[in-house]
C-alpha cells in the first residue's frame, strides 16, 4: 500500500476530465492536479517548449512526493513522454497510447479518425502509436487550434462551437471512418457536439476511461494502491488565473474543486 498522491497535469483544465476518470475508477485515491493555465494552450507552441513545460511541471510534482505522474495532455505527451519518463523515478504514463489503443480496438473497418492540438498532430505521436498496434489500419488526423479555447472560455455548447466543429470535421467525415479518437483531453467537455456532428455511424474514443484502467492497474500491480476505505485528499494547483481554474473546474470537475493555489513560474523544487 502507498498512501502518496498521483500526479497530474495539462495545460489548464482539460486534464480534468483524466482526474474525473481516475476519480470514478478508484475513488480512494489523493490527487495533485496542476493546470498551466498561465502558458496554456500548448498546442500552437513548438514541441521542444512543451516538452520543457512537462520537465518542469513533472519534476515539481515528483519534489511533492506523487507515486505515479499522469501527463493529462496530449500535446504534453506527444511533446515529452519519453524525456519525462527518463528523468523521473516515479512512473510516468502519458495519454496518447490508451486513446490509440481504444481506438483500435473498437473499429470495424480499420479506418481511425484523429482530432487534436496542432502541436499533437504535428508530433504524429498518434499515427506512430495506433500503426505500433496495427500497423495496417488507415488513419486520418485533422488538427482543430480554436477548440481549446472554446472550451477554456466554458463555452462548450452553442452554434458557434457547433459550426466550427463541423467545419472541422467535414473532411474526416469524407474518409468514411468508423472511428475517432479525442486527441485532446479538452475534447470530452465536448463530446456530444463532436459525436452530432459525426453521426451515428462513427463511435468517439476519448482517452480518460483507458488512461483510468492503466492507472489501476499500474497501482495495483506494484502493490501501491490505497486501502478503498480511505478518505481522499485533492489538491489543485495552477501558474495562472485562480478564479479561471475555480469556476471552470467546479463547472467540468465538481464541488471537489473548493480551493484552488497559484504557484508561481518558475515552479519551485525544480533542481536546476
Ligand atoms: N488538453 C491538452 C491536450 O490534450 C492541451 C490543449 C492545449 O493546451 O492546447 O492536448
Do not use: W
Request: proline share 6%; hydrophobic share 40%; glycine share 10%.
Amino acid at each position: 500500500m502507498n498512501d502518496a498522491p498521483i500526479g497530474m497535469f495539462d495545460s489548464g483544465i482539460g486534464g480534468l476530465t483524466v482526474m474525473k476518470a481516475v476519480m470514478r475508477r478508484l475513488p480512494a485515491e489523493s490527487i495533485y492536479y496542476f493546470g498551466d493555465n498561465a502558458r496554456g494552450p500548448y498546442g500552437p507552441r513548438n514541441l521542444p517548449e512543451i516538452r520543457d513545460f512537462s520537465l518542469e511541471i513533472a519534476s515539481f510534482l515528483e519534489a511533492m512526493g506523487v507515486k505515479l505522474i499522469v501527463i493529462a495532455c496530449n500535446s504534453a505527451t506527444s511533446a515529452g513522454l519519453l524525456e519525462v519518463q527518463r528523468k523521473c523515478q516515479v512512473p510516468v504514463l502519458g495519454v496518447v497510447e490508451p486513446g490509440a489503443r481504444g481506438a483500435v480496438q473498437a473499429t470495424l473497418n480499420r479506418r481511425i479518425g484523429v482530432i487534436g492540438t496542432i502541436a499533437t498532430i504535428k508530433s504524429r505521436a498518434y499515427l506512430k502509436a495506433i500503426r505500433a498496434l496495427d500497423a495496417g489500419a488507415s488513419i486520418h488526423s485533422r488538427a482543430c487550434p480554436s477548440l481549446v479555447g472554446f472550451v477554456e472560455r466554458g463555452e462548450v455548447g452553442g452554434t458557434d462551437i457547433e459550426e466550427e466543429v463541423r467545419r472541422y470535421l467535414r473532411p474526416l467525415l469524407k474518409r468514411r471512418i468508423d472511428t475517432m479518437v479525442l486527441g485532446c483531453t479538452h475534447y470530452p467537455l465536448i463530446h456530444e457536439v463532436i459525436a452530432d456532428a459525426m453521426g451515428d455511424s462513427v463511435n468517439v474514443i476519448s482517452s480518460d476511461e483507458e488512461i483510468a484502467r492503466e492507472v489501476e492497474e499500474n497501482l495495483s500491480r506494484r502493490g501501491y494502491l490505497r486501502s478503498p476505505h480511505k478518505t481522499p485528499s485533492y489538491r489543485f494547483m495552477c501558474s495562472g488565473s485562480v478564479e479561471q481554474a475555480i469556476r471552470l473546474g467546479r463547472l467540468f470537475l465538481g464541488p471537489e474543486v473548493e480551493r484552488v493555489e497559484k504557484v508561481d513560474l518558475p515552479l519551485p523544487g525544480v533542481p536546476a
